[in-house]
């Protein structure tokens, strides 16, 4: 690390390990005050927009998958939602069941990939889960189950659990039968008792302090805790529609880092996500799910982001109850998808990706192919967040040697667990340095 | 922790990151994996990165921007067996759609400043760039083919990789055939084996993830979904979809956007 005479210090990271896709971070330290030069990805532009416009509508969940193949029910659950706007039909009943237990399957699989194997390390000073294995092999080899119980669920549901292929606008290809649902019970049993544990395990991991005043924001529904469906909120006064979500949040061009950022429009900057859904949505957690989170130290409100570590295994115990509800109560529907009249139209929709609120917007056409699409994931709606997370973090620890600040910034980096591969919209090519 | 033993190396161009994640997918076998082979630069999964050369390099993305191929080359020079990853690496994957069109209007359409956006025109497949040594298709791979293509190298033979088509592996699962059956159409019998044919199991057709299989009759395929009443621009697309830019299917999607 360059220690300079001038008394600025420079700690550079220039590939940023454990997040899905790539990053990159600049911090310039002088006399004693941190500014932060550039925090960039540089993952390439996609294009995906441009390319799905006179595509077919219908393409719109199996296309967008592939923004993310960390989150890719994400991506199909919001574009779906959105064409079913634009057709005018609601997924209800037992399709829409189905819908939620997927989304637990993608939550599992998800947040344990990240908390316990690509987070967890940082807290007990590990290069990798791999590296961490070494001491701790039960613990790992605990979470790889429960993992691969998140990702069976999806297969069983969709297919595979990299880019399903079981969902379509209206519904599902196919849906499962009751025996089917049935054959992943015990396994998910055995999960409720392992993501308890993993609350306990995130729970005892040094934990560094911060709190920040964060404006919460994520979809919430007057009954569910949040995936598919439901209004807009934040904590500072926010309950519009999901049709308002582009009069309300905006894409702004940051100078600094030549970079776009989303803020709410007229106050800043927001926070999408665990801790957000968790804060605002507390009381609709099933009663285990509380109680873990209660007997692992936090209240009803979570604004230490590196505790997103815990809410991560708490949601997780929450997607287990909720999985378990859904295929007790779960009877084969008898058709597997609500049958459309192709229109033209515009449409929204908005889900709770694991890392936060996907948002999607189509147009279509009579012809039923896309005419214009608009995405924000959830890693670019965070960006300002995470950013003076990293002021906060950088000046409360300036008195850390630079390889043992650069990790504690990678780390509070890694408390988004960052899809880095969906948020090209901030993408930042390190066009001007310095 | 693992000296002596082979080292691993996972690269990325521009992709969504699956094809790499199948590796931690395999939660069954990850263990026993770095167990025999040492994960020596693989950022999405440690921040510890081992000084080359690398025994196994994959690859995952499609070289899509400038400096990728310098980079590509790199990679090629301190890794002995490169193995190319994903429809991304061996053929652009979905955002090859951007190598018939205009990439500038493309840059003004999704970005507020397009003049921050550097980009190639085309996104292209490793092997159209550096030699690789061996290719695993697939959007995503199969976790399976991948664990395979591991425990090959380490024993020194070759990969059992099939280049049939779906249509093998949908008999074996005892699937009724959704074009016969239900008149749907199905790419399975032009696009390579791998996924377990999982689309026509959920009673879609298949649509072509892993690319032309060995000896694809597009031509063929695409006349029996005229008959069964498929417009031709959805033939077009449907070969114009995860793999528009492996050579039989661009053709194929070519031969029925031309005729219009």
Known sequence: MPQASDGLRAIDVDYLARVEGEGSMKIRIRDGKAEITEFGIFEPPRFFEAFMRGRLHTEAPDITARICGICPIAYQMSSAHAMEQVMGITVGGQLRELRRLLYCGEWIESHVLHAAMLHAPDFLGYQSAIHMAADHRETVELVLRLKKIGNDLVTLLAGREIHPINVKVGGWYRAPSRRELDTIVDDLVWAKEASLALVQFAASLPMPELEQDYEFVSVCHPDEYPYNEGRIVSNKGLDIDVSEYLDTFEEIHVERSNALQSVIKGRGAYLVGPLARYSLNFEKLTPDARKAATDAGLGEVCRNPFQSIIVRAVETVYAVDEALRIIDQYETPAEPAVPYEVRAGVGHGATEAPRGTLYHRYEVGADGRIVDAHIMPPTAQNQQSIEADLLSVVNGALDLPDDELQWKLEQSIRNYDPCISCATHFLDLEVDRE | ?260
């Open chain 2, 1 to 260: 922790m693992t000296a002596g033993l082979p080292k691993l190396a996972v690269h990325k161009f521009a992709s969504c990151d699956g094809c790499q994640l199948s590796l931690l997918d395999c939660e069954d076998a990850l263990l026993d994996v770095v167990g025999a082979i040492q994960i020596a630069n693989f950022p999405e999964a440690s921040r510890e990165v081992l000084d080359g050369p690398y025994d196994l390099t994959l690859i995952e993305g499609a070289v899509s921007a400038p400096g990728d191929i310098e980079r590509l080359q790199e990679i090629r020079a301190e890794s002995k067996f490169l193995v190319s990853i994903g429809a991304c690496a061996t053929a652009g994957g979905i955002q090859a759609l951007r190598n018939t069109r205009d990439v500038d209007e493309f840059t003004r359409y999704v970005y507020a400043s397009p003049e921050y956006i550097d980009t190639l025109d085309k996104a292209t497949a490793v092997a159209d760039h550096v030699k690789v040594d061996l290719e695993l298709r697939g959007c995503p791979i199969s976790k399976h083919q991948l664990i395979e293509t591991v425990i090959a190298f380490l024993n020194g033979r070759a990969p059992i990789i099939p280049t049939y088509s779906v249509c093998m592996e949908c008999k074996r699962n005892g699937n009724t055939c959704v074009m016969v059956a239900h008149g749907v159409g199905c790419l399975g019998p032009v696009t390579q084996a791998g996924c377990g044919a999982i689309c026509p199991s959920f009673h879609r057709g298949c649509y072509g993830c892993f690319g032309p299989m060995e000896s694809p009759n597009t031509a063929a395929l695409g006349e029996r979904w005229l008959e069964l009443g498929i417009d031709r621009e959805v033939i077009r697309d449907q070969y114009h979809f995860f793999n528009s830019w492996a050579d039989a299917f661009r053709e194929a999607g070519e031969a029925y956007a031309a005729s219009e």
